[in-house]
């Protein structure tokens, strides 16, 4: 390094050590509003039990076979494989006496009628429905978070004036955090694993809310 390019450097050096920072102060700040649950999500399965697996696969992927039919021929009903599972069953004596098998399907839609009418026939069809879950569907949350993204700001730049202003010093953001939390989905219904309710009715599902809340955290510099 020449002489110039040492002299430059120490200048620079120099330079950045008299910057000196005000002072830094922690803020956070949170705003909430509601979201419909106009989205219904529902698990149905079709479960069976017996000595020879491959016989418990046939039975099983038929009336999935079947289930996939009639929600397919439904419009606004999205469908999608869920949890699979076969697994032995074990005697007193700790030998395996039997296997048991279990597939299950997700149905998505916001026609919640039509959600709990479908339900019904698919355990008329010997499917057994393990949850039912209300939540907001990602549009109307995204929006909704857009929302409170807003408010939250407005809400944090508020309580950094009232700081700066109670103080006397002008005031500007240093960092900021923006989380978003809430509107998980509210479950309905869970069952057991072994109820297997073939004759029951449709239940009416009611929509209800969710509180969907953004919070907004992060540092500003007060001037000295």
């Known amino acids: 390094m020449n002489r110039l390019a040492m002299l430059l ?3 620079a050096c120099c330079g950045s050590l008299s910057v000196q920072a005000g002072t830094l102060v922690d803020l956070a700040a949170e705003a ?3 979201a419909a649950n106009d989205l219904v999500r529902a698990s149905v399965f079709s479960e069976a039990s017996g000595k020879n697996p491959g016989e418990l696969a046939q039975r099983v992927n038929a009336d999935i076979a079947e289930a996939l039919k009639l929600i ?3 419009t606004g009903v ?3 494989s869920g949890h699979q599972s076969t697994y032995p069953v074990y005697g007193q004596t700790q030998k395996i006496e039997g296997w048991r098998m279990r597939s299950e399907l ?3 839609s916001k026609d919640q009628g039509g959600v709990s009418e479908l339900l019904g026939k698919l355990q008329q069809m010997r499917l057994a429905v393990s949850e039912v879950s209300l939540m907001p569907s990602p549009e109307t949350r ?3 978070e857009e929302e409170t993204t807003r408010a ?3 809400a944090f730049q508020g309580r950094a004036a009232v700081v700066a202003g109670e103080l006397g010093k002008a005031w500007k953001i240093k960092q900021l955090n923006i989380q978003q939390g809430g509107g998980m989905p509210m479950p309905m219904m869970r069952a057991s694993r072994t109820a297997m309710l073939a004759e029951a009715a ?3 599902l009611e929509a209800g809310e969710s509180l969907v809340t953004t919070t907004v955290s992060g540092q500003i510099e007060l001037a000295d």
């Open 9 to 11: 450097f120490a200048a």
């Open 32 to 34: 909430s509003r509601p």
């Open 72 to 74: 397919r021929s439904k």
């Open 78 to 80: 999205t469908v999608k």
């Open 106 to 108: 997700v149905i998505e």
């Open 142 to 144: 995204r929006q909704v």
């Open 152 to 154: 939250a700001i407005r």
């Open 202 to 204: 449709p239940a009416p």
